[in-house]
């Protein structure tokens, strides 16, 4: 007999003293933060929330009732107060006389900025309608893995009724919208002990007087429907048993490493697209599962799900006992090819006159047998959330198939709501992406101030970037900072000796796992050693030839590798030197060095020029705010070498530029910046000399 499974039932978070004091407003915030904590009560930007409250109006004085709720385009577990619509409940019911029927229920959104409350700014979202005209104070609308099972099972209603008695009622599936709000309206009307009803191939709504109330219902009732699901199929092999086995960790990630180039590649034939990797227990559970293949192929239930999905996604024709990638490549463009002419087909069948235009055919969702599952997505954060959604579709499936029989939405209705024109119109509202959204940098010298800084460039600009240093302390100090004021989604970090090809190879890969891929290399890790000639040792001439020049080669060599299989072109940054052009006293295997650097980043140039790989020069000088390289040997031996001290070697510097100015980290990072973007694209093989001035390093 299979093992039983364990229940785990949600947390009630609700906790007293923190409501305390607390307005309908801030009690509805607080609500909304805590059910959206927990990502089997609703997945991100998924769910509403609404509370009833008596307020002043601020134009005639008089107390009127206003409904709060979640604004459009928001997250329940992350918004703050101006993430909450306000509007006239008065209003909003003298709608109902305008309403024309269900086949202009869209036009009613554009009525809803009428019924605004004292000017706020925050949109209403389309449920507006559906959290109005519940007459009760407070509402929720959640997406709840283990009530979208019932929702999206053959026999819904029945196993409504069988689970939660009259307490919840039922609905047939209807989209979201104004008519749905009437017919929310008039179900408690007719069922007035009711609780809240689940609504078919979508979720679940609760209601109650009060904000606790309202958050304990519906807590309770995703638990019963959790206990039920526990109980019902502890004997029941999820899909149907395992029809292959997990991969070891290092493998599954070496696999996906190989792997998501190469789809990247193909994805990003109209913009770059960034990929995510999950082999979570639940995702290796479905992709190793005898039923995976036919469930895949029905498609996502929740709109909120394939939305951020597609209807369903591409199953890669690997077999983990063979370990066949090389096939699994080869196969790629076929795959990928009858993907996008089944989408058009889907869309071709589906479209109305008004529908707009065909959106990008690929896959969102690859499934690996024994490895696990890789989203692609215009930037990191969607990518992660889509990976997050498709979860949710998995622990639908499982229960759902092991109750009954799972159900996705009826064709023509995804297509509705994945082409609804009012979400076309918020995409179209969505802001210019930035020069680098999409784009992957690696970073060298990362944990230093040249390093940080152009990451900080990078970041700023749309890009994710993995920095690679071989100082440990550094580096995870560089990389919280950025953390700290980017978010985690974009940053990655990796512990790196550029004179180690191992350690160059696992980086890339690495990246390739985190990101899908590199599009930029900004190879800047270096040190700097001063002696006469006669006073440099082979071990310090081997030393900085290693570290500038092999090292260098090493991060390009494996970064070529990468971009040859995406075909996507790439830029590659060298941080060189004024000395790798103007020779320097006492500094012969440093300025050798750094010459290399150089005569290199030519030779690249002309061997990435015919598929695209960029790779140009920055030569800096006398960075020494932040730098790294500064702060050791080399202050002491340029301040003995040019007769001044410490304090004096920066002005020094300063003085002896044409400009008689500074050069900081920044400045270097805006260089790199320009190698990286679209700006210079007609650029390679060129050099960019940020050094204030200085008549020896003169390219010609």
Not at 522 to 529: E, L, Q, T, Y
Not at 574 to 587: D, W
């Amino acid at each position: 007999m299979q093992e039983a499974k364990k229940i785990t039932l949600l947390e009630n978070r609700w906790m007293d003293k923190d409501a305390i004091g607390k307005t309908e407003a801030e009690l509805l915030l607080y609500r909304s933060n805590i059910l959206g904590s927990d990502k089997r009560v609703t997945n991100y930007g998924g769910g509403n929330t609404s509370a009833k409250a008596i307020q002043k109006d601020p134009l005639t004085g008089k107390n009127v009732e206003v409904l709060w709720v979640k604004g459009s385009g928001g997250d329940i577990g992350s918004i703050t107060m101006d993430g909450l619509a306000s509007l006239y409940m008065e209003k909003l019911n003298d709608l109902k006389s305008l309403y024309r029927g269900v086949d202009y229920e869209d036009e009613m959104v554009e009525y809803l900025p009428h019924c605004t409350f004292n000017l706020n700014p925050r949109a209403a979202s389309i449920d507006t309608p559906l959290h109005a005209y519940v007459p009760h104070k407070h509402v929720d609308h959640v997406h709840a893995d283990a009530i979208i099972a019932i929702a999206a099972a053959k026999n819904s209603k029945d196993l409504t009724k069988e689970i939660f008695g009259s307490t919840i009622g039922w609905l047939p599936w209807k989209r979201p919208g104004f008519e749905l709000g009437l017919w929310l309206e008039n179900f408690c009307r007719e069922n007035p002990n009711a609780l809240g009803v689940v609504l078919e191939s979508h979720g679940l709504f609760t209601w109650a007087d009060t904000s606790k109330q309202c958050y304990d219902t519906t807590i309770s009732v995703i638990n019963k429907a959790v206990a039920w699901f526990g109980k019902n199929n502890e004997e029941i092999k999820p899909f149907g048993g395992a029809k292959y086995k997990s991969l070891p960790t290092a493998d599954r990630r070496a696999i996906a490493a190989q792997l998501m180039p190469d789809i990247r590649g193909f994805v990003s034939d109209k913009h770059r697209m960034v990929g995510h990797f999950n082999d979570s227990d639940a995702v290796l559970e479905f992709v190793n599962s005898n039923k995976m293949e036919p469930l895949a192929a029905l498609g996502t239930s929740c709109p909120d799900h394939f939305l951020r999905t597609k209807i369903r996604p591409l199953v890669l024709s690997f077999d983990p006992g063979a370990k066949n990638v090389d096939e699994v490549i080869g196969n790629l463009p076929k795959q990928i090819a009858d993907y996008r002419r089944d989408y058009a087909a889907y869309y071709d069948r589906c479209k109305h006159k008004d529908s707009a235009n065909l959106r990008d055919p690929n896959a969102v969702v690859y499934l690996v047998p024994g490895v696990g599952m890789i989203t692609f997505a215009k930037d990191k954060t969607t990518a992660r959330i889509s990976g997050e959604f498709y979860v949710n579709a998995i622990n639908v499936m499982r229960e759902a198939s092991s109750a009954s029989d799972y159900m996705g939405l009826p064709e023509q209705e995804a297509f509705d709501i994945e082409y609804w024109l009012l979400e076309e119109a918020k995409l179209q509202r969505l802001p210019k992406p930035k020069s680098l959204a999409g784009r992957v940098a690696l970073i060298t010298g990362g944990g230093g101030g040249i390093g940080m800084a152009t990451a900080e460039r990078f970041l700023t600009e749309g890009a994710c970037v993995m920095l690679a240093d071989i100082n440990s302390d550094s580096l995870k100090t560089a990389e919280n900072t950025l953390i700290n004021k980017f978010g985690k989604d974009q940053i990655r970090s990796i512990v790196m000796d550029v004179t180690d090809e191992v350690s160059v190879g696992n980086a890339l890969a690495e990246i390739s796992v985190e990101f899908g891929g590199i599009d930029i290399l900004v190879s800047n890790a270096g040190i700097a050693s001063s002696a006469p000639v006669e006073e440099t040792t082979l071990e310090l001439w081997q030393n900085n030839m290693e570290i500038l020049s092999t090292g260098y080669f090493l991060c390009s060599r494996e970064t070529f590798k990468v971009l040859r299989k995406q075909k996507l072109g790439g830029s590659i940054v060298f941080v060189v030197s004024k000395n790798g052009l103007a020779a320097s006293p006492n500094a012969s295997a440093y300025c050798t060095a750094k010459a290399s650097e150089i005569h290199l980043a030519r030779c690249l140039a002309l061997e990435g020029a015919d598929i695209g790989i960029r790779v140009n020069v920055v030569n800096p000088d006398a960075v020494i705010r932040g730098s790294k390289i500064w702060e050791g040997e080399w202050l002491e031996q340029r301040s003995t070498t040019y007769g001044v001290d410490k304090q004096g070697l920066e002005e020094m510097y300063r003085n002896r530029s044409m400009l008689k100015l500074s050069v900081f980290p920044e400045d270097i990072a805006d260089a790199c910046y320009f190698f990286a973007c679209e700006t210079s694209a007609k650029s390679t093989g060129n050099i960019l000399n940020v050094d204030a001035g200085n008549v020896q390093a003169f390219t010609r």
